[in-house]
């Protein structure tokens, strides 16, 4: 029997909901970070694209889901460990959010539209781009999001351009692969989106969304539509992430092997395009980046205004500190601020995939007992990746080295597994004994 919320309604909604997820994960900072893993991989390009899109496209679509489920915030993902522990993980991902991927859009802005074509120094544009984000941030408008609508679109629209004209024209001739590691390296690559990041943090959003705009609709029917939207919303990213490695990879002798990420990108985007076209993307993916720089420094703001109850002063501070820090950030290049993300990326990362994990399974399998276990053990095998990460890897070498998967940098997969399996078990057999 239907229910006020009609089929047409439903097929309009779908439409609008899985644009607005792709939206939400298609940041233009991170198209910058496909071609180069395809240019490196050669003729493994297919495996590395499986890597990547599992961390940068199924995990934080499985973090809408699990926002669909909790319907609550950022606070919600981690409160089943405790209060306290979701309160400092909140802070560590705006701390991360604001410090790492809101400078990066300024730095992909200065190497994609300004350096090319003014040659002024990266300070200069760093110190005017968040300049500028601090007024847009103190003086809210919908002119962004309505821009914001604009951007993707066009953007998609190149992009799909230069791909299937890369496809077509070119011969299906890859270089060997200069990568020991494919696929675990496409997993690794694939943190740098900061796409699961951006799940749990601007997830709810959608979520209420959703909620103000299907008021007809049933519970069950909002999941439904959540999980459809969330599956066509992935396919694109899929299509999109998995064009521009394969893309990068039939430009595997073209260029340098020590190219830069920005420069590969215009370079491939100048060949297949004309000089034209590449002079439009770069316009668009800065403004893109403005965007999205707006829109963290915003988020960051509204939850330490929320932690002083609801301060115009600590929103305001916020927004100065956090466009500070991106003047200094910002002012380094693209692939020194990815260097620099790794060991907060090695340590934050896995604690959130497993925290979308676990709100995603069935309720039963996920209870505080389970969280607190399993997040237990994940945090304790992050440290040695995280610490290899920043120079000791040698060191720690003969201690680690027994863990497996420790040497693709991701020790913490398995032993989480058990950790998981193991709490399961426990739990079902206290609730089988007699009390």
Request: overall charge positive; aromatic content about 12%.
């Amino acid at each position: 029997m239907k229910t006020n919320y009609q089929q047409s309604d439903s097929k309009k909604s779908l439409i609008i909901t899985s644009f607005a997820l792709f939206s939400l994960f298609f940041g233009a900072g991170n198209l910058v970070l496909p071609p180069l893993l395809g240019f490196k991989s050669g003729n493994l390009w297919w495996l590395v694209t499986l890597g990547f899109c599992i961390s940068g496209v199924l995990v934080p679509i499985l973090g809408i889901i699990a926002h669909a489920r909790l319907q609550g915030t950022l606070f919600d993902f981690a409160k089943k460990v405790s209060p306290l522990f979701s309160v400092v993980y909140c802070y560590l991902i705006y701390a991360i959010a604001i410090a790492l991927p809101s400078p990066r859009t300024a730095s992909v802005t200065h190497e994609m539209a300004i350096q090319p074509f003014w040659g002024s120094s990266s300070l200069l544009t760093s110190l005017i781009y968040f300049m500028l984000v601090f007024v847009f941030v103190l003086n809210r408008s919908k002119v962004l999001d309505a821009l914001g609508k604009l951007l993707t679109p066009g953007i998609l629209i190149i992009l799909l351009i230069m791909i299937i004209t890369a496809v077509f024209a070119l011969d299906f001739d890859f270089v060997p692969s200069a990568m020991g590691q494919a696929f675990s390296s496409g997993i690794l690559e694939g943190y740098q989106t900061f796409d699961a990041i951006g799940a749990v943090v601007v997830g709810a959003v959608i979520i209420i969304s959703i909620n103000l705009k299907e008021k007809t609709a049933t519970f069950e029917e909002k999941r439904r539509l959540i999980g459809k939207a969330g599956l066509w919303a992935g396919i694109g990213l899929f299509l999109v992430y998995g064009g521009l490695i394969l893309t990068g990879a039939l430009f595997g002798d073209a260029f340098d092997t020590d190219i830069s990420r920005t420069a590969l990108l215009r370079g491939i985007s100048t060949k297949t395009l004309g000089q034209t076209a590449n002079i439009l993307l770069s316009i668009l993916v800065s403004l893109a980046c403005f965007t999205t720089a707006v829109g963290i420094v915003t988020g960051t703001s509204d939850f330490i205004k929320g932690r002083f109850n609801d301060s115009i002063l600590a929103y305001r501070i916020t927004a100065f500190l956090g466009c500070l820090l991106g003047v200094l950030v910002g002012q380094f290049d693209v692939g020194y601020i990815i260097t620099v993300a790794v060991p907060s990326l090695m340590f934050i990362y896995p604690i959130t995939i497993i925290l979308i994990l676990l709100n995603v399974v069935p309720e039963k399998w996920g209870s505080p007992k389970v969280f607190q276990r399993v997040i237990g053990v994940t945090i304790l095998f992050s440290i040695p990746d995280f610490l290899g990460s920043i120079g000791f890897g040698e060191q720690i070498a003969p201690f680690v080295d027994w863990i497996p998967l420790s040497q693709h940098q991701m020790g913490w997969v398995l032993p989480t597994l058990v950790a998981f399996i193991a709490s399961n078990i426990i739990n079902s057999k206290e609730t089988a004994a007699p009390s």
